[in-house]
C-alpha cells in the first residue's frame, strides 16, 4: 500500500536546470511548493570541492554524476523493423542525475535560436515552397514566436550571467557579435570570456574569408556576477575540467551557483531526494492530474503526493517515459501518423575537422567549458534551402574546451592506437591539433519517435521507453554542405595535416561514442492537440494543471544547444502561469 | 588473501580521506612523492588469479611498451586494471544488465554482452590462452614477443575467434591500459604521474586564468596529482 503525504500546491518532478527555475518561479508566488529527485544531494562543497573533483576517472571516464543505465536507461533501435536493444553503457548522450540534473555538468555553450527556426514549416512553404519537404519529414511550427520569447531569453541570459559579445542590439547590427543573431533586447551580462590560440586562429582565418567570427556564448562567467535571486558568481579560471564536472570555482551557471541557495532559503519550498518519481497520476474523467507516484528509496515504498499542479521537469527523456506510462495524451503511431506523445524525438547533426600543427602549441588542458568563437554565415537562416537541397544549417565553431588523455589523444588518421607507434605519436601531436566543428539541426521524421519497449523493463517493473532514431539523408546532405565550407578554412590555416568527420550517405546511428546530451521532441509543443502534446505555454492539452518542461517541448531540433531555449520558455512559462493561470486554473488556449 | 604491507601503508596514505588531499594539495606538501610501493612482481592481485595476471602484464607490456619513457608497467597499469576489475566497473554496478541479451547484435547498438567486464577478462583470457596453446603451443605470456605481437595484432583486428560475447576483449583491454596510464594515481596506475608527463598533461592544476591568452608559450609547471604529488 503506497503512503500518502500531505497535499501541496505544486509538485516538480526533477530538481535541474527547469525544475530550479519553476521552483523559485512558483515559490516566489507564495504556493506551496515540493521538487521531487530521484537522484543525491549535491552542493559545490563538498561535491565538486578541489582538488577531488578533478579526477578524470572517476567523472569523465565512469560518468560519476549521470544517470546509472541500471537504474534508468532506454532502448535504441535505428528502424521500425530493428528489434531495440538496451542502451546498458552510456555513450552517445548522457542524462543528469541528482540535485542541478544536467544543469552542473554541461558546457554552457548557451545561444538563443533563429527567429525562422520557431515557424520552421511556415517558413520553408513560404519562402522555398511546401513541396522542398521531404514525403517522411514531419516538421512544426512551435506556436510560440521569437519576438514572445525574447523577453525570457534576455531574463534567463541575466540570470546565468552570460559572456559574450552582442551583433544585433535591437535591429542594430554590432561589430564583433553575431550579425547573423535575432535582435535581442541589449548586451550580455558579461563580457567574452579570453580566448585560447586554436579559437583565434580560427577566427583569423575565418574573417580573413571574408565570415563574421564572435565569441561563443558563455554561461561560464568572464567576472563577477550576481542575479536577480541575489546569487553570486565569480570568474571562470580556466580550469579545463568543466563539461562532464560540477564546477569547483563558483563560475559554470548551474542550479547550484544560480538559483538554489535561494530557493532552499524559501520556507514554502522543499524537496525530496531519492524520490524517483514512476507515473502522474490522473482524476477519474482524466482531465486533471491528482498528483505524483513516487518511489522512497529510503523507506523502499511507494509514496503518494498529491498536488494542484504537476509540473514535469525530469529531463526530455524522462518527461515522456512518464506521460507514455501515465496515459497522457494518445501515444504516437509511426504507421498512421497519429498520436502524438512520443511523436518527433530528434537529435543533434555535428561534424568536424582536426587541423596538425608540428609548430604550434595549443596547451589543450587550459580551457573553460564555452570559450571559444563561432561563425553563423552558414546558419539556418542564410541557407537557400532549395538551392542547396536541404533544410537545416549550423554554427561552425572551434575553441577547446580540455585536453584530458583518457577522453582521447587526437593523432592523424593511419597512426596505431596501439604499441610504439602510439606511444611515440601521442607526444608528438598532444597540444598540436586543434578542431573546426559544425553544431546542426536535425529535423524531425515520421519514423523517429519514443515508445514503450515491448521487452524491457526497470528496476520498477516497468516498460524502458524505445527510441527509434536514425539518421536521414537531409541531415546528412546538411553536414556535407558544412564540411565543404569548413575544409577551405581549415586549408587556408595551413596545417601540417588534417581530417574530416562528417556523416556521409547510409550513415548510421552510433550509440557508443558521445555525441551530444542535446535529445529533443516527444512531447512537443504547438497550437493543435490533434499534433502536438502541450501548448503553447507548456501546458498539457489533455490535462491543464500538468505542464511539461525542457527540451521534450522541442518540434524539431535547433541548430543549436538546447538550454537557452529550455531556459527561455521556462520563464515563457512561468510568466503565463503566474499572470494567467493561477487566477483561473483553465486551459489557457 | 593477506594483504602485503605496502598496501596497507599505501591504502592508509591514500585513504587519508578527502581534508588531508585538500590539505596537501594546498599547502607544500611536506613529501613531493609518496613512498615508493613494492615492485610489480610481488603484487599480489585482488582479482586475477596468476595466469591472469601473467597475460595482463605481458599484453599492457605491448600495448604501451617501455623504453627511454616508463610505459604500461613502470607506470603500474595492471595494478590499476585489477584494482578497477575488483572494484564497481569490474562488476558492472552501474549498466543496465537484464536480458534477454543479444550478443551478437550490431556493435553499433552499443555493450550487448550478458558478461561484466570481470567476466569478459576471466573468460576472455582463458579463450586467448587456449588459441594461443592452439596455434603456437603456449599461453600468451609465454610467447616470444614477434609472436606475442602477431597475436595482439589479429585480437585487435577480430582474427582471434572468439565467441560474440566476449568480442569486447580487446577494446576493453586497450581502454583500460590507456585509463591506467593517465587516470590519477590514486588509482593505483600513472604511477609517479608517467602517463601525464609523458605528453605534457598538468593533472590536477585546474587554474590557468594567467595562461590562457599566452598563446604557443610551453606551460611551464609539470603534473600534481589529486593526493598533492607532484611530477
Ligand atoms: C555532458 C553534457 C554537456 C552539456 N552541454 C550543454 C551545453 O554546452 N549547452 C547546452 O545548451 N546544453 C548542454 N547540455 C544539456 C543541458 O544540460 C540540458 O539541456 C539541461 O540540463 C536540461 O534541463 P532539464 O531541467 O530539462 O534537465 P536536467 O537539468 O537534467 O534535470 C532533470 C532532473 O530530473 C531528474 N529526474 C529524472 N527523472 C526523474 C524522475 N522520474 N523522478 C524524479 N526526478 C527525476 C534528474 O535526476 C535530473 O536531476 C549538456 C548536457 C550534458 C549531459
Ligand atoms: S572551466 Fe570555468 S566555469 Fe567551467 S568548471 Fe572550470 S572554472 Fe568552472
Not at chain 2, 62 to 69: F, Q, R, V, W
Not at chain 2, 126 to 152: G, I, K, R, S, Y
Request: aromatic share 12%.
Amino acid at each position: 500500500m503506497a503512503r500518502t503525504e500531505p497535499k501541496k500546491d505544486v509538485v516538480i518532478v526533477g530538481l535541474g536546470w527547469t525544475g530550479s527555475i519553476m521552483g523559485i518561479e512558483m515559490a516566489k508566488q507564495g504556493l506551496e511548493v515540493l521538487a521531487l529527485e530521484r537522484g543525491a544531494d549535491r552542493y559545490t562543497v563538498p561535491d565538486f570541492r578541489y582538488p577531488d573533483v578533478i579526477d578524470e576517472l572517476k567523472y569523465g571516464v565512469r560518468f560519476g554524476f549521470m544517470q546509472k543505465p541500471r537504474n534508468s536507461t532506454v532502448t535504441i533501435r535505428r528502424t521500425l523493423q530493428e528489434t531495440a536493444l538496451p542502451y546498458r553503457q552510456l555513450g552517445s548522450f548522457l542524462p543528469g542525475d541528482g540535485v542541478g540534473g544536467a544543469g552542473i555538468h554541461w558546457n554552457g555553450h548557451n545561444w538563443r535560436a533563429m527567429e525562422n527556426e520557431f515557424i520552421l514549416r511556415s517558413y520553408v512553404e513560404d519562402n522555398f515552397g511546401a513541396d522542398i519537404i521531404p514525403e517522411d519529414m514531419t516538421i512544426q511550427d512551435w506556436g510560440v514566436t521569437y519576438a514572445e520569447l525574447e523577453p525570457h531569453f534576455d531574463r534567463f541570459e541575466y540570470m546565468l550571467g552570460l559572456s559574450g559579445q552582442a551583433g544585433n542590439v535591437n535591429g542594430q547590427i554590432i561589430e564583433g557579435g553575431n550579425p547573423f543573431e535575432a535582435p535581442r533586447s541589449r548586451d550580455f551580462p558579461l563580457p567574452p570570456l579570453k580566448q585560447t590560440y586554436d579559437a583565434t586562429l580560427f577566427a583569423d582565418a575565418a574573417r580573413a574569408m571574408g565570415y563574421h567570427p564572435f565569441p561563443r556564448p558563455a554561461a561560464n562567467a568572464s567576472g563577477v556576477w550576481t542575479n536577480e535571486y541575489g546569487m553570486q558568481l565569480g570568474p571562470c579560471n580556466y580550469c579545463g575540467f568543466c563539461e562532464r564536472y560540477g564546477c569547483l570555482n563558483y563560475s559554470k551557471a548551474s542550479p547550484q551557483t544560480c538559483i538554489l541557495d535561494a530557493l532552499r532559503r524559501m520556507p514554502n519550498f522543499s524537496y525530496r531526494t531519492n524520490s524517483e518519481v514512476l507515473r502522474v497520476d490522473l482524476a477519474e474523467d482524466r482531465q486533471t492530474a491528482t498528483g505524483v507516484t513516487y518511489w522512497d528509496e529510503e523507506a523502499q515504498e511507494e509514496v503518494f503526493q498529491p498536488a494542484d499542479i504537476v509540473m514535469l521537469c525530469a529531463y526530455s527523456l524522462h518527461n515522456v517515459h512518464l506521460m507514455l506510462l501515465s496515459g497522457i495524451g494518445e501515444p504516437y503511431n509511426p504507421a498512421t501518423g497519429e498520436g502524438v506523445t512520443g511523436k518527433n524525438y530528434a537529435y543533434q547533426m555535428n561534424g568536424g575537422t582536426t587541423l596538425f600543427f608540428k609548430d604550434k602549441l595549443f596547451n589543450p588542458f587550459i580551457g573553460a567549458g564555452a570559450n571559444g568563437m563561432s561563425m553563423d554565415d552558414f546558419a539556418i537562416n542564410q541557407i537557400d534551402f532549395a538551392a542547396e537541397g536541404f533544410i537545416g544549417g549550423s554554427y561552425i565553431t572551434a575553441g577547446v574546451t580540455n585536453g584530458q588523455p583518457i577522453r582521447g589523444i587526437g593523432l592523424p588518421s593511419g597512426t596505431a592506437s596501439w604499441g610504439e607507434e602510439w606511444k611515440t605519436a601521442i607526444t608528438e601531436w598532444y597540444g598540436h591539433s586543434m578542431s573546426i566543428g559544425s553544431h546542426g539541426s536535425n529535423m524531425a521524421y515520421r519514423d523517429c519517435y519514443l515508445d514503450l519497449d515491448p521487452t524491457y523493463t526497470d528496476r520498477h517493473g516497468r516498460p524502458l521507453m524505445r527510441m527509434t532514431f536514425n539518421w536521414k539523408p537531409n541531415d546528412i546532405r546538411m553536414t556535407q554542405f558544412m564540411r565543404s565550407k569548413i575544409e577551405p578554412i581549415a586549408e587556408s590555416m595551413n596545417p601540417d595535416t588534417w581530417q574530416s568527420s562528417y556523416k556521409g550517405e547510409g550513415a548510421q546511428y552510433d550509440v557508443r561514442p558521445y555525441q551530444t546530451t542535446h535529445n529533443v521532441g516527444g512531447a512537443i509543443m504547438g497550437d493543435d492537440p490533434n499534433t502536438s502534446v502541450v501548448n503553447r505555454y507548456l501546458q498539457a492539452w489533455g490535462q491543464h494543471n500538468l505542464f511539461s518542461l525542457g527540451a521534450a517541448a522541442f518540434p524539431q531540433n535547433i541548430q543549436y544547444n538546447p538550454t537557452g531555449v529550455v531556459g527561455a520558455l521556462a520563464y515563457w512559462a512561468a510568466d503565463a502561469i503566474t499572470r494567467d493561470y493561477l487566477p483561473n486554473p483553465r486551459p489557457l488556449v | 588473501m593477506p594483504l602485503p604491507d605496502w598496501k596497507t601503508t599505501r591504502r592508509g596514505f591514500l585513504g587519508g580521506g578527502a581534508g588531508a588531499a585538500a590539505l596537501t594539495a594546498m599547502a607544500v606538501p611536506l613529501h613531493a612523492q609518496s613512498p615508493e610501493p613494492e615492485p610489480l612482481e610481488n603484487y599480489a592481485p585482488e582479482y586475477f588469479t596468476a595466469e591472469e595476471w601473467q597475460f595482463v602484464m605481458s599484453a599492457t607490456a605491448l600495448l604501451i611498451p617501455s623504453g627511454p619513457t616508463p610505459g604500461a608497467i613502470e607506470a603500474r597499469v595492471p595494478v590499476f586494471i585489477d584494482l578497477q576489475l575488483a572494484s564497481g566497473f569490474g562488476s558492472a554496478d552501474d549498466w543496465y544488465m537484464a536480458g534477454p541479451h543479444i550478443a551478437d547484435a550490431d556493435p553499433l547498438l552499443g555493450w550487448q554482452s550478458p558478461l561484466t567486464p570481470a567476466e569478459i577478462y576471466r573468460e576472455g583470457i582463458a579463450a586467448v590462452n587456449a588459441w594461443c596453446e592452439q596455434t603456437h603451443e603456449a599461453p600468451f605470456a609465454d610467447l616470444l614477443p614477434q609472436t606475442q605481437q602477431e597475436v595482439m595484432t589479429a585480437l585487435s583486428e577480430d582474427e582471434v575467434p572468439l565467441p560474440p560475447e566476449l568480442r569486447g576483449l580487446f577494446d576493453l583491454l586497450l581502454q583500460n591500459t590507456k585509463e591506467g596510464f593517465f587516470a590519477d594515481p590514486k588509482y593505483g596506475g600513472n604511477h609517479r604521474m608517467a602517463g601525464w608527463t609523458h605528453i605534457g598533461f598538468p593533472g590536477a592544476r585546474a587554474s590557468f586564468l594567467e595562461w590562457v591568452d599566452k598563446h604557443n608559450v610551453p606551460y611551464p609547471l609539470g603534473p600534481v596529482a589529486i593526493s598533492g604529488e607532484r611530477g
